[in-house]
Structure formats: structure tokens, C-alpha cells
Nanobody
Framework: QVQLVESGGGLVQAGGSLRLSCAAS????????MGWYRQAPGKQRELVAT???????NYADSVKGRFTISRDNSKNTVNLQMNILKPEDTAVYYCNAKHRVSTLNFWGQGTQVTVSS
């Protein structure tokens, strides 16, 4: 079955950096647009960034210029490099895989990112 396993979360001071990784298995990776979403306490889950198989990217306005999404189709991984982190970036970050044609949509279990001020 499809599995998305996130890693790389943790506690960091404001202004610092973290790199999240998501390893996918049980799927044809190239058929999926990959993305990162986040959910802060008491808030709805929101888009952070997505990347298509053709490497087209989309970012939330709040992270543009600070976060970079990338994918490695040879390793079935998608990464999120987060720089200049702010306390408002604190959330659980989820990896997402959305099939390009069908309605298949998968989520990872989430990884906690906490940014202290």
C-alpha cells in the first residue's frame, strides 16, 4: 500500500532552518504531484508548497522566498527546505501525494515543527 513517511521536524529558534523529508513507497512516484501542508493548533490545514513531476512549484504567500520544495524521483522523496523560520511557522507538517489523473490522494502521519521566539 501507499506510505508517506515524514522526517526532519523538531524545535528550532526563530531565524533558523530545518529540512523536512518525505519518503514515498507503494506508488508510481512520477504520477503524483507532491506537496507539503501544515496545521497549527486550532487552525485548518493549509497548503505550504507543491511540486509537479515536471518540477513546477507553488508556494503559499507566507513562505515564498523562505521555503523551497524539491523532489528526487530516483529516490521517491520530496523535501522542504525551510529557512528564516518564524514562530508562526509552528505546526504539524504533512506530506501529500495527489495523483495527476485520478482522485487518489494520500497523506503522511505528520511531523511537528516548533519555532521558538
Amino acid at each position: 500500500q501507499v506510505q508517506l513517511v515524514e522526517s526532519g521536524g523538531g524545535l528550532v529558534q526563530a531565524g533558523g532552518s530545518l529540512r523536512l523529508s518525505c519518503a514515498a513507497s507503494g506508488m508510481i512516484f512520477s504520477m503524483y504531484t507532491m506537496g507539503w501542508y501544515r496545521q497549527a493548533p486550532g487552525k485548518q490545514r493549509e497548503l505550504v508548497a507543491t511540486i509537479t513531476n515536471g518540477r513546477s512549484t507553488n508556494y503559499a504567500d507566507s513562505v515564498k522566498g523562505r521555503f523551497t520544495i524539491s523532489r528526487d524521483n530516483s529516490k521517491n522523496t520530496v523535501n522542504l527546505q525551510m529557512n528564516i523560520l518564524k514562530p508562526e511557522d509552528t505546526a504539524v507538517y504533512y506530506c501529500n501525494a495527489k495523483h495527476r489523473v485520478s482522485t487518489l490522494n494520500f497523506w503522511g502521519q505528520g511531523t511537528q515543527v516548533t519555532v521558538s521566539s
